[in-house]
């Protein structure tokens, strides 16, 4: 099946500081891509759609300035989460569609300190 | 009430076991339906697609009922590997906007 990819596959910070997560599609062009976050034993929640070349559509209650993406080409989307805090620790999850079907990125763990 | 429940288990069954999951969703709107598969610590990998006269794929049995906005999945002769979380997940209309359940955990035991 088609591959998405997501870099880095865990990252470790220190509050305060912006991360910057990415995610590609390898084999195809993805014009769309989301991203949800998963926090341990529970599902995942959708928090926005990445749109190519305009601006994403977020779910209600996740702040925008605080999760800025970036989908600067069909096949990349960055998710950047600024000033973070120990709450924002969680495991992060984008997906692409090709073919009527939806592929999962590796997922990001990050951990803020 | 959240967009899409689930029973939120677990299920511990041996193996050879029949085991049942239930999942029900609110948006009427909803066109798409899916069960996947997620296992610990690893993103979710899509098990079937769910359509409204049912299907099956070997010992996956999945089932819709539009009316009772209600999503069955069914699994025969479980086996060790099926040990995992499975997630109901419904797309809204006009695209792959997925809304996934909270899951459901199977351990299946020797």
């Known amino acids: 099946g088609a591959v998405v990819s997501q870099h880095p596959s865990r990252v470790i910070c220190k509050s305060g500081t912006s991360v910057k997560i990415e995610c590609r599609s390898l084999d195809f062009q993805a014009t769309t891509m989301f991203w949800y976050r998963q926090f341990p034993k529970k599902s995942l929640m959708l928090m926005a759609t990445?749109?190519?070349?305009?601006?994403?559509?977020?779910e209600q209650g996740v702040e925008k300035d605080k999760f800025l993406i970036n989908h600067a080409s069909l096949t990349l989307s960055t998710l950047t989460v600024t000033s973070a805090h120990p709450e924002d620790s969680s495991f992060y999850i984008c997906s692409a569609i090709t073919v009527g079907e939806q592929f999962f990125g590796p997922g990001t763990r990050l951990t803020v300190l | 009430r959240k967009e899409v429940e689930q029973d939120p288990g677990p299920f511990n069954v041996p193996e050879g076991a029949t085991v049942a999951f239930n999942c029900t969703y609110s948006?009427?709107?909803?066109?798409?339906f899916f069960w996947y598969r997620q296992d610990c610590r690893k993103e979710p990998k899509l098990l079937m697609s769910v359509y409204s006269s049912g299907n099956e794929d070997g010992r996956f049995t999945a089932q819709l009922n539009r009316a009772s906005q209600y999503i069955s999945l069914l699994i025969r002769d479980s086996k060790l590997s099926d040990s995992a979380t499975y997630l109901c997940?419904?797309?809204?209309?006009?695209?792959?906007?997925?809304?996934f359940g909270a899951g459901t955990r199977l351990f299946v035991k020797a």
């Open positions: 990445s749109n190519e070349g305009s601006k994403a559509t977020y």
């Open positions: 997940v419904v797309a809204r209309t006009g695209g792959f906007k997925t809304i």
């Open positions: 948006n009427s709107a909803s066109q798409s």
